[in-house]
């Protein structure tokens, strides 16, 4: 884990609203649909202005609380221009897990550790505004928590 700062991040895709304890079940979790969805619709091909690379990215916004309250996830690829209301992330500082391994596995696995982590130490603070998975080759995830 490292800290980081993302200066200029601009993100578009598909979204809906969802929390944790809704993701625990299957009859009432939204997520794993999002990525489906944004795969069988082809999302990715209706995108415009994208940036050449092949990063896709889980992004978690408006957060009604904390870890136990309602947020949107977003299921996008970077963009270059500010169109059909992107997140747009500026000089926000994060911490950043990275984890190898076989995917969808390794996404549940880093945030079991991210929560933990959170938990059990007090050298950083969570800041609930913009999170976001980076996804850049098949068996690698980053996931960005923004700190206070």
Do not use: H
Not at 57 to 63: A, D, F, L, Q, R
Not at 74 to 102: C, H, Q, R
Request: charged share 30%; with cysteine; glycine share 2%.
């Amino acid at each position: 884990m490292k800290v980081s700062y993302v200066k200029n991040l601009m993100l578009l895709g598909i979204s809906t609203r969802t929390n944790n304890e809704n993701e625990k079940d299957e009859e009432t979790q939204k997520i794993a649909a999002l990525w489906e969805k944004y795969d069988v619709e082809n999302i990715y091909s209706k995108t415009f202005n994208k940036v050449n690379n092949t990063s896709f990215y889980g992004v978690y916004s408006n957060y009604e609380s904390d870890v136990n309250g309602d947020y949107d996830v977003t299921v996008a690829v970077e963009v270059t221009k500010l169109k059909d209301n992107p997140i747009s992330i500026e000089n926000k500082k994060y911490l950043v897990f990275k984890k190898e391994g076989e995917l969808p596995d390794i996404c549940s696995e880093l945030w079991e550790e991210i929560w933990e982590y959170f938990a059990n130490n007090n050298e950083y603070e969570r800041a609930y505004t913009i999170d976001f998975e980076k996804y850049s080759k098949v068996d690698l995830i980053e996931i960005y928590i923004s700190i206070k």
